[in-house]
Every structure is written in C-alpha cells, then in structure tokens.
C-alpha cells in the first residue's frame, strides 16, 4: 500500500523558514515524478513546486521562485520543500505527491502551514 506522510508544517511569523517533508512507502521512489501543491479554502489545489525522477529537474510556480527549493532525497524515499522569506498568503495546506506514467497517482494527508504574526 502506498503512503505519503508529509510533515514540518506549522505556524511561522513573515520572513520565517519551514521546511516540509514527504516520506514515502510501498512505492519505487526513484521512478516518480515528486510535487508540492498547496489549498486554501475555496480555491483549487494549486501546483507550487515539482521535480522529475530520475535527472532532478525542477520547476516552481512564480511566487515562490527565489524562495521555495524542492529537493529530494531517494536513498531515504523523501521529497523535501525548503520555504523561505514566508509571506502570509504562503498560508495553505501543503499536499506531496507522486506520479509515474502514465497515470499512477498518489497523495499525501497535506500539513498545514500558517504564515501569520
């Protein structure tokens, strides 16, 4: 059975750090594709950062460009979200997830990350 448990999530000032994890099981890590996206209530699931399986590749949704690093770790079956300089609309649920063509597709239960002072 596949599991994503995401974890790091919390409450943090403006201009603070958080980093989030996503660890998973019952999959081959390595051969998928790794995401975060984030929700806020009443708007769609929103893409925030990805990186591809085997060569690392990233990408980043435009506001977090410069403030967000996605990394992943295969040894330890992890995908990582580094978040930085945290404004107060960075305030979501934050959600991993796996993919692997061509449509095998698992989610995490989302951590709840609150930017407020």
């Known amino acids: 059975q596949v599991q994503l448990v995401e974890s790091g999530g919390g409450l943090v000032q403006p201009g603070g750090s958080l980093r989030l994890s996503c660890e998973a099981s019952g999959l081959t890590f390595s051969n998928y594709h790794m995401s975060w996206y984030r929700q806020t209530p009443g708007k769609e699931r929103e893409l925030v950062a990805g990186?591809?399986?085997?060569?690392?590749?990233?990408n980043y949704v435009d506001s977090v460009k410069g403030r967000f690093t996605i990394s992943r770790d295969n040894a330890k079956n992890t995908v990582y979200l580094q978040m930085s300089s945290l404004k107060p609309e960075d305030t979501a649920v934050y959600y991993c997830k796996a993919f692997r063509f061509p449509r095998y597709i698992y989610w995490g239960q989302g951590t709840q990350v609150t930017v407020s002072s």
């Open positions: 990186i591809t399986d085997a060569d690392g590749r990233t």
